[in-house]
């Protein structure tokens, strides 16, 4: 069945630190993809998404982009701050829109 | 606003008293799904609703019972909590298939001790 992966964490970085997630997915046939994110005794938010190959999500400076080739949907922001600090799910929807798929997330801190 | 409520968002209860987790929408999605979320396991769907009096199993659904009489309400039913029941709950609606992202709730905390 479809499953998404995601690096492991916690991630830690300074403030103003460049971020990556690596998110990859496995599914059949073209999946939309999503990033979602969970701050402290919240319910998850839509960070950004895409729904084609080539695309590019962005929102709040962060960016992924969906790679078909290599199944991927990496997130990246060029510097964090303290705010950023959650837990970021990556996730997929299949195109008849039964299966809403969530990787295991990623924490991440940032420090003053 | 747009939303999705669920109550309550914390609850502490004994092994087999039977509970339900209520969840509403104001956007008038047809499909709602009912979400636990585990240390190390992210989210795993338990139940998931694709319109009123349409409900279908998720990939954890032991133990749950879900209903969809209303458009806007998607209860969580424990007929029997356990202690391996205890987790974040989370529901969720969208407006349709295909591509269209996923609207959650605040969360409910249950414990069952």
């Known amino acids: 069945g479809d499953s998404v992966t995601q690096m492991e964490g916690p991630v830690t970085l300074s403030e103003e630190a460049f971020l990556t997630i690596n998110c990859t997915y496995t599914?059949?046939?073209?999946?939309?993809l999503f990033w979602y994110v969970q701050y402290p005794g919240e319910g998850l938010q839509l960070l950004l998404k895409?729904?084609?190959?080539?695309d590019k999500g962005s929102n709040k400076g962060f960016e992924a982009t969906y790679r078909k080739e290599t199944t991927s949907f990496h997130l990246e922001k060029g510097s964090v701050q303290v705010s950023d600090s959650a837990v970021y799910f990556c996730?997929?929807?299949?195109?008849?829109?039964?299966?809403?798929?969530f990787g295991p997330g990623t924490r991440l801190s940032v420090l003053p | 606003e747009a939303q999705v409520t669920q109550n309550p968002r914390y609850l502490i209860t004994v092994t087999g008293k039977k509970l339900t987790v209520t969840c509403s929408q104001n956007?008038?999605?047809?499909?709602m799904s009912w979400y636990r979320q585990d240390p190390g396991l992210g989210l795993r769907q338990i139940y998931y609703?694709?319109?009123?009096?349409?409900?279908d199993k998720g990939d954890v659904p032991e133990g749950y019972k879900v209903s969809r009489k209303e458009k806007r309400n998607f209860p969580l039913i424990l007929e029997s909590p356990s202690p391996n029941q205890t987790s974040l709950y989370f529901c969720?609606?969208?407006?349709?298939?295909?591509?269209?992202?996923?609207?959650f709730g605040q969360g409910t905390r249950l414990t069952v001790v």
């Open positions: 969720a609606s969208r407006p349709g298939q295909g591509a269209s992202e996923a609207f």
């Open positions: 599914a059949t046939g073209y999946p939309s």
């Open positions: 895409a729904t084609k190959a080539d």
């Open positions: 996730a997929l929807s299949d195109r008849n829109g039964q299966n809403f798929v």
């Open positions: 956007m008038n999605h047809e499909y």
């Open positions: 609703s694709m319109n009123v009096e349409v409900t």
